[in-house]
């Protein structure tokens, strides 16, 4: 197992373009999540999955925002018409709910610079 | 909105020095747990702390959960540049989602 695998790890975009990102957690977890992070601050979450479904969004996430996890496997994060205040590391996590106080796995992001 | 606080924001110190990070919040946590997240990756998980006033230890790391459970605190002694990093406490809110504090950025300088 490699752990979680986020593309792509950089992306520039003018404002108003859409952009997707995919995240490939570990195989056998059954929970995914999206959190944002910006410079010198903790990741915000976003939304979650527990297998295909969505069971939580954030405030955050506006309606430019979807993400889906059609098969309950991998992830994607789609970002509509962008602003500049979208810019930002998007990171996707997955754990097991059968362990107790399950650790997020951390994929290492893509970073979204819209110009 | 973060329900953690974390300090100090940014420290900056010199190889061999011992520093104490804090996580506090006005709340009762069930459980805490601290993460490192180093430039251009995902934090990694460090520790879980449960009980009130356990305290675990990684080599050299020292995590602490207060004894009424809404304070933890991460000691480091004798500090090297490889602990240079962004240090994040986390606590579970509702459903299954950890919010996370705004992290202390430490910088350990050879």
């Known amino acids: 197992d490699t752990g979680v695998s986020q593309n792509p790890r950089h992306k520039i975009t003018k404002r108003g373009q859409n952009v997707t990102f995919r995240c490939d957690p570990i195989?056998?977890?059954?929970?995914l999540y999206w959190y944002r992070q910006t410079l010198g601050q903790g990741p915000e979450f976003l939304t979650y999955?527990?297998?295909?479904?969505?069971?939580?969004k954030s405030r955050l996430l506006s309606d430019r925002f979807s993400a889906e996890r059609p098969k309950g496997s991998f992830s994607t994060l789609e970002i509509q018409r962008t602003e500049q205040g979208d810019s930002a590391m998007y990171l996707c996590?997955?754990?097991?709910?059968?362990?107790?106080?399950?650790?997020?796995?951390f994929g290492n992001g893509t970073r979204l610079t819209v110009t | 909105t973060q329900l953690l606080e974390q300090s100090p924001q940014f420290l900056s110190i010199q190889e061999g020095e011992n520093l104490t990070v804090y996580c506090n919040s006005s709340?009762?946590?069930?459980?805490l747990q601290w993460y490192r997240q180093e430039p251009g990756e995902g934090p990694v998980l460090l520790v879980t702390v449960v009980t009130g006033g356990e305290v675990k230890k990684l080599k050299r790391l020292t995590f602490q959960f207060g004894d009424a459970r809404k304070d933890s605190s991460l000691h480091i002694t004798a500090a090297q540049p490889g602990d240079t990093g962004l240090y994040l406490c986390?606590?579970?809110?509702?459903?299954?989602?950890?919010?996370f504090g705004e992290g202390t950025q430490l910088t350990v300088n050879p």
């Open positions: 999955f527990q297998n295909e479904a969505q069971l939580e």
């Open positions: 996590a997955s754990s097991w709910t059968g362990t107790v106080n399950s650790p997020l796995h």
């Open positions: 986390a606590r579970g809110t509702s459903g299954s989602r950890l919010t």
């Open positions: 195989s056998e977890h059954n929970r």
């Open positions: 709340s009762v946590f069930s459980s």
